[in-house]
Nanobody
Framework: QVQLVESGGGLVQAGGSLRLSCAAS????????MGWFRQAPGKEREFVAA????????YYKESLKGRFTVSRDNAKNTVYLQMNSLKPEDTAVYYC????????????????????WGQGTQVTVSS
């Protein structure tokens, strides 16, 4: 069974940091780009960050640049999202997902380009 499992969410005060992990099992995703998305209550799911299969290319939601960093360890089949200087508006359920196309040079921000999704991890930032 192919699974993506996010972890590392929780409650943090504004200005704090969290590191999310997304561990894959059931198959390797070392040839797939990976993305992070989030969904706040009452809002649509939005793109956060993505990294290509080799880690050579990353892309971020413009407003998150400088605070969030996406990385991956293909040997561990795991992708990470380091989140610093967190703000209350970062509160959401965070999801990781795998690009449906292998060995893509670039990355995609459209969730329709992703076919495997994790169950999400809650991030709550208090003011």
């Amino acid at each position: 069974q192919v699974q993506l499992v996010e972890s590392g969410g929780g409650l943090v005060q504004a200005g704090g940091s969290l590191r999310l992990s997304c561990a894959a099992s059931g198959r390797t995703f070392s040839r797939n780009g990976m993305g992070w998305f989030r969904q706040a209550p009452g809002k649509e799911r939005e793109f956060v960050a993505a990294i290509n299969w080799s880690g050579s290319t990353t892309y971020y939601k413009e407003s998150l640049k400088g605070r969030f960093t996406v990385s991956r360890d293909n040997a561990k089949n795991t992708v990470y999202l380091q989140m610093n200087s967190l703000k209350p508006e970062d509160t959401a359920v965070y999801y990781c997902a795998a690009d449906r196309q292998k060995l893509r040079v670039g990355v995609r921000s459209n969730p329709e380009e992703y076919d495997y999704w994790g169950q999400g991890t809650q991030v709550t930032v208090s003011s």
